[in-house]
């Protein structure tokens, strides 16, 4: 009987000793599991903070652009010319796939509304300055309601400016 109660006590440490080596590689696969994801997580939000800067460049070129061209110190050729192309340097850096969907949420669509909010000051500084060129083409002086429209035009420049602003803002704070 002391036997069966020995071989009992060995199987049962055997178990034992099992669940718990089960256990501890399971919980030990999944920390190495855990601490990929992080890397990767990591790598993603590195290879996105790269986008600040041309993001932030882009932003204070365009804002000297229009108002050159909203203050006729450049003409639409040149605005056009020299307007930064914030598509093809973001798109040089561009993400894999993978990268993409270990960002914050949103991250990603928040670099293309950036670039759309830039592309859409762009056409309307080009938009103003052509209205005006067409107003003044006229030789007449401006009058009050024409310079007022012109100031309007430059205020919605300035207002689009400090919204994309924030927009990079947000962008550079969320990751």
Known sequence: MDHVWTLSGIAFSVVLGFLAGTLHERQKWRNQRREKLDEKKREAITAAMKWVDPIVSALNTAELKVYSLLHNRIDQRDFLSTYPDLITQLGEMDLSIEHRFLLPKDIYNAGYHIHLALDELKYDAMEATARMQLEDASG????????????????????????????????????
């Open 140 to 175: 007449e002086v401006l009058d009050h309601g024409q310079m007022t429209e012109w100031m309007t035009d430059i205020g919605h420049a300035a207002d689009k400016l400090s919204a994309v602003r924030k927009q990079v803002d947000t962008f550079r704070q969320r990751l």
